[in-house]
């Protein structure tokens, strides 16, 4: 008999497939046309990204920058616009329809109310969608959710905010490399509220150095008593070239011990608290409305993104610009986006094949609380996930961690606890190879 070990449980936290280390550069930088001709576009996906912040956390390792001297968001928006053009036309003369609309970042909010005025009107204008007739989601933080950026906002539709809180206890705030006061969070989302925009989420953090269960429980209650209609729980994960990635200190088993017990107990708390857990990061109030999606599938549905960390999807490749981390780097990816003139061919993404796609479709299926609903992946793939998945599906059972029902593949609890070991199980090993190599910039 096979004794299968566990694995560590904070691996990689997989909110795309394939991730952005695995995307080289496309020798035939494909047109844009040639790739969206004979795609589906009546329930497309809109994302625009800002990669700009008033400062870098120290667990950041997004795509932004520090500040926006001599005029740069300008110039940033100038250049979007050319591509949401570039975009358009590369589209056809076919009715496009957008069924979502997502600005993040970076920080969206680090525009002036003028500029997100002209960012929903490139939204609008340029691609065609209606954000007053769709779910708009945009992510904001403590220092830039203004009353007249947050009035824009809810005039031109947003349905739900996303601030950044991380740790409502100062000392873990500054642990992080955060710099912000709780005075300072409760004034923001008090002005959030005052916008009456439908969704408010709160994003927590644990695993904070010097974190306990009872600081744990002080941020979930503070942000408690806001009555979020959604709340992420992220574990703390230090990268390379991040601050705290540059200040090494952690100890993997205690880490993940600590990261464990503390998740465990956020769960537990919001679900005493009237939450549901829709995935091992999401928790939304029972009685939160409805303001998502009813017929785009991330699975299947195509993505448009703006900006230059944004990614495209059509169903035979994911496409973006350069990625980075580094300050240095960061910025000349910017500038060199600023000063494109010629939008209308894709640069660096990965080819996704049919393997791919199933797997694809598995990751985003099985890490929702939900689980995969069998009978859309037979439809789909003209098969039954073991087909392909057997070995992993076995060992995913046998740690106690998936459910396998008559119509669906669902983790159990501890399989949604150990969602970041679970989702790069399921890599290629072509994109794992990619990701190995990737030198981090």
Partial sequence: MTILTRPRPYQSYVYGYPHKTAYRPLADRPSLRGLWESEPVDALSLYAHIPFCEYRCGFCNLFTRIGAPDDLTGRYLDALDRQAVAVRDALGDRPVRFAAAAFGGGTPTYLTADELTRLCDIAEQRMGADLRAVPLSVETSPTTATSDRLAVLADRGATRVSIGVQSFVDREAKAAVRPQRRAEV????????????????????????????????????????????????????????????????????????????????????????????????????????????????????????????????????????????????VRGIIDTYTRTTDFTRAEVGRRIDEDESRRRHLLQSLLQAEGMDLAEYRTRFATAPPEHFATELDEFTALGWLSIEPDRLRLTPEGLAYSDAIGPRLFSPAVQASMAAYEPK
């Fill in 186 to 329: 409760e004034a923001a989302l008090a002005r959030i509220r005052d916008a009456r925009i439908p969704v408010l989420n709160i994003d927590l953090i644990y695993g904070i150095d010097g974190q306990t269960e009872s600081t744990w429980r002080t941020s979930l209650d503070a942000a408690l008593a806001w009555q979020p209609e959604e709340l992420y729980l992220y574990p703390l994960y230090v990268r390379p070239l991040t601050g705290l990635g540059k200040l090494g200190a952690h100890t993997e088993a205690d880490w993940d011990e600590q990261r464990l017990r503390l998740y465990r107990a956020g769960r537990d708390h919001l679900l005493e608290h009237g939450y549901e857990q829709t995935s091992m990061r999401m928790f939304r109030r029972v009685d939160a409305p409805d303001v998502g999606p009813d017929d785009y599938a991330c699975q299947t549905d195509g993505m448009i993104g703006l900006g230059c960390g944004a990614r495209s999807y059509t169903a035979g490749l994911h496409y973006s610009f350069d990625y980075a981390v580094a300050p240095r780097e």
